[in-house]
């Protein structure tokens, strides 16, 4: 099993599959993209469903997200899916998309033993879409997420982050737009992990912000706390439900205690956090030839090393050298 010192047990793996995207989010990446990692350097198709297998077969791990950067631009994606859904035992497998392009491949994804997607989506309005993501997609990714839903991979859920006079005032439109296509519709605090560093923690918008919003439109009850166990959302019933909203506040109502979550990058490192500033080099190990056992031991020393939390309300914090589209969101 994967434990750290304060008794944490990681058993949801986030598997990077590329630094590299298809949109520049103005809170993720600078217009002109970033130094992206050389190819070399990217972990091949083998090479991921070897570490996959060895967490899962190993190390306890029994869900397996795919992320990135944007994931669909990896080629092998469908192959990655159905090597890790032949695993045993077979670990939970979902992708974290802006779904551009989903439409074409859901099916395939589907198919291949994709259970689930995380859709990302920020606005309802083109003109700001294309403000927002520098790409004039929004179409793209309305189309995408529908066509996830279609091929099963649901409830689909969708990622949104907002900021103050960019896209604060659509909290109400994102929810509603998700309740009437029976989308899980999830706010995410932004947090300081864009390669402009640009941000600010006095301009956020808050998990407090986001709720007041939507209480204003909605009757929101809170869902048992028992619902929640590590997961990183505080969940609402909608209206009495069933339908549910969901707030990732890690900036203001961190869960670090609870966490139970390892990640890989592109580049085959283990990270133990988003906020971690130490990586342990698993893909230099493999190319030398260690075993399925050494491996497994790396990731547990790593592991064992996790700190208590992220420290965003540390005086001291730095942000890790690694933007969030190169750690894996
Ligand atoms: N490209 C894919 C996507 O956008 O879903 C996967 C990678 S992206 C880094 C994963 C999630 O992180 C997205 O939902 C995105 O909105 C979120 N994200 C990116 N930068 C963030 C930041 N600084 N604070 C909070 N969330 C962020
Ligand atoms: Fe790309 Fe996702 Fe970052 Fe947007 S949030 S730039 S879609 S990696």
Request: proline share 5%.
């Amino acid at each position: 099993m994967l434990v750290d010192r304060y008794g944490r047990v990681a058993t949801d793996l986030r598997v990077s599959l590329t630094d590299r995207c298809n949109l520049r989010c103005t809170y993720c990446m600078p217009e002109n993209g970033l130094a992206w990692l050389p190819g070399p350097d990217v972990l091949t198709d083998d090479e991921v469903v070897r570490l996959v297998r060895i967490a899962v077969e190993r190390l306890g791990i029994n869900e397996v997200r795919f992320t990135g950067g944007e994931p669909l631009l990896r080629r092998g994606l469908v192959d990655i899916v159905a090597a890790c859904a032949a695993l045993e035992p077979r670990p939970d497998l979902s992708l974290t998309t802006n779904a551009v392009g989903l439409a074409r491949i859901a099916a395939a994804l589907a198919a291949a033993g994709l259970d689930r997607v995380n859709g990302s989506l920020d606005t309802l309005r083109a003109d700001r879409f294309e403000q927002l993501t520098r790409r004039k997609r929004l179409d793209d990714v309305l189309a995408g997420l529908a066509a996830a839903d279609a091929a099963g991979l649901s409830p689909v859920k969708v990622n949104a982050v907002l900021m103050r006079d960019v896209n604060d005032d659509e909290a109400v439109d994102l929810l509603g737009w998700a309740l009437g296509n029976g989308y899980e519709l999830r706010f995410i605090e932004q947090m300081p992990l864009d390669a402009q560093h640009g941000w600010d923690r006095a301009r956020m918008v808050t998990a407090g912000d986001i709720l007041a919003a939507l209480q204003r439109h909605y009757h929101l009850t809170p869902e048992a706390s028992d619902h929640r166990g590590s997961a990183p959302a505080e969940r609402w019933l909608v209206d009495g439900g069933p339908a549910r909203v969901g707030i990732i506040a890690s900036v203001t109502r961190p869960f670090c205690g609870t966490c139970d979550r390892t990640r890989l990058t592109a580049d085959g490192q283990v990270r133990t956090c988003l906020f971690a500033r130490e990586e342990s080099d698993l893909r230099g190990a493999m190319r030398a030839g260690a075993s399925d056992d050494e491996l497994a031991q790396r990731w547990t020393t790593a592991m064992a090393g996790k700190a208590a939390g992220h420290g965003i309300d540390d005086p001291g914090f730095l942000q890790p050298d690694r933007p969030m589209s190169a750690i894996g969101g």
